[in-house]
């Protein structure tokens, strides 16, 4: 038994060396189409990070229903990544493609509101509880809209976000803490991976740790900050949950101070029907919903209460007529409302969320017992149908905990052996989601595998 990772690591590169190999004999059609996409996409890929999956040569996707999808070479994969959460309620719900199907003949697009709007903004204030919403094209855009929102009504320049955060491309909230010491923030700046950023992204945005409200009120005492962006927990360096009362104490902080709180529940989406905040009880300024809500066809709403609705209004009519710097053209467009609504109100229901939840806590009780018998010191970390494995004993409590934890050779190593044995996990960290068509044969079916890679990884 090896209790280390640093032993697991040698045996990960060797075993990676196998796996890639087994993968280019087992995906011929996956190397070929990367080939010829390869003459007119860069990398041969829609977007340059479909690249960067770790498996030798992209794998090209045929279908994907309910929780499988096939591949180009006809195998069929149990899917526990689901596009990141977009497709967190399952491949093509049934009631989507119905949607769209009818919707499909009466037209995709004019740039007015269509017929159906008064049932999706109140199936959106049913689901997620805030009476008012206005909707984007991605969670990206909803964020990059709300930050607007909130300078505009605040009349403040600065954003507050936590070290690690990831709230898609929007540029104020691509930026790293320098650490002096290992320990102290020193100073917020651009993360040096953007491409073509021209401008320090350290003059308007600082950056604390995760779960350091000592931090935080330090930050909101200098009366510049509009507002803090956060999730409810960090899901994007690993997950770094927040501590038991550590989103509650940022809505009273946030509120004493004068800036505006807003919970990006992209991913937490996950933590039952409502998401986080209305599971929670806590009433951010405004929350951000994005990927799931419409099935998984491009969708984000951001919601906010009645007050601020009214400080929002009064910043537009003061305004000068002319661009908001807010909207895109086809956002709202009567094919998103069709699934939009579908998806709020036949496939996000609570029937389905009981289901995600249930098989989600067994599947965090197998890859615990798992861990156990393998006597790894690793940890589970879950947030409703959300899963994580982390290299470290116990669930790290800010990005640079996460970080320490990551261990890429290690992971690259077992998510290409669960991979070429038909089972997807989330790439770049080691995330598994369940969604409402997952089945307990499903979660048999990682645990096995899983439990193969491990004894193959711990063998002397
Ligand atoms: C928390 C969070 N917010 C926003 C986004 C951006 O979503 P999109 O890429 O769909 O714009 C992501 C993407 O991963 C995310 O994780």
């Not at 300078?151 to 690690?164: I, P, Q, Y």
């Not at 077992?414 to 991979?419: A, R, S």
């Amino acid at each position: 038994m090896h209790s280390t990772n640093d032993a697991l690591i040698a045996h990960a590169e060797r075993l990676l060396k196998s796996e890639r190999q087994q993968f280019l004999q087992r995906h011929p059609t996956s190397v070929r189409l990367a080939e010829e996409a390869r003459k007119h996409f860069l990398y041969g890929v829609p977007m340059h990070w479909m690249n960067d999956w770790g498996t030798p040569t992209p794998l090209f996707v045929r279908e994907a229903q309910g929780a499988h999808f096939t591949c180009a070479d006809g195998i069929d994969y149990t899917d526990f990544c689901l596009g990141d959460t977009g497709a967190m309620f399952g491949h093509s719900p049934e009631p989507v493609a119905r949607a769209l199907q009818a919707q499909a003949r009466r037209g995709f697009t004019t740039m007015l509101p269509g017929v159906n709007t008064p049932d999706v903004g109140a199936a959106l204030a049913d689901q997620f509880g805030l009476p008012y919403w206005q909707l984007a094209t991605t969670a990206t855009d909803a964020n990059r809209f709300v930050l607007r929102w909130a300078r505009a009504v605040t009349g403040r320049t600065k954003l507050l976000v936590f070290d690690g955060c990831y709230h898609g491309t929007v540029d104020d909230t691509l930026v790293d803490c320098v650490f002096e010491d290992g320990k102290t923030v020193s100073q917020t700046v651009s993360r040096a991976s953007l491409l073509g950023q021209t401008v320090d992204l350290g003059l308007n945005t600082v950056a604390v740790d995760f779960n350091d409200l000592a931090a935080v009120e330090r930050e909101l005492a200098t009366g510049e900050i509009a507002c803090l962006l956060t999730e409810p927990a960090l899901t994007n360096c690993g997950m770094v949950p927040a501590l038991p009362g550590f989103i509650a104490h940022l809505r009273e902080l946030t509120a004493r101070y004068g800036t505006l709180l807003i919970l990006d529940e992209t991913h937490t989406i996950s933590s039952g029907r409502g998401g986080w905040a209305r599971n929670a009880g806590v009433e951010p300024d405004f929350i951000v919903f994005g990927k799931p809500i419409a099935g998984g066809l491009p969708a984000a709403a951001y919601g906010f209460g009645a007050a601020l609705a009214k400080r929002m209004q009064a910043a537009k009519d003061a305004a000068p007529p002319g661009h908001s710097g807010i909207g895109t053209t086809l956002s709202g467009n009567m094919l998103t409302l069709a699934a939009l609504h579908a998806t709020l109100t036949e496939v996000a229901t609570p029937a389905a969320y009981e289901h995600m939840l249930t098989l989600a806590a067994t599947l965090e009780q197998g890859l615990t017992a798992l861990l156990e018998r393998h006597a790894l010191p690793w940890c589970i970390t879950r947030i409703g149908a959300r899963l994580e494995l982390q290299f470290c004993p116990t669930a790290p409590v800010n990005a640079r905990e996460a970080r320490a934890a990551q261990q890429d050779e290690l992971e690259h190593a077992i998510h290409l052996y669960l991979l070429n044995r038909g089972v997807l996990l989330t790439p770049f960290h080691n995330m598994m989601l369940v969604c409402p068509e997952t089945r307990p044969a499903d979660i048999d079916t990682l645990l096995t595998v899983l439990d193969d890679c491990l004894t193959t990884l711990t063998a002397n």
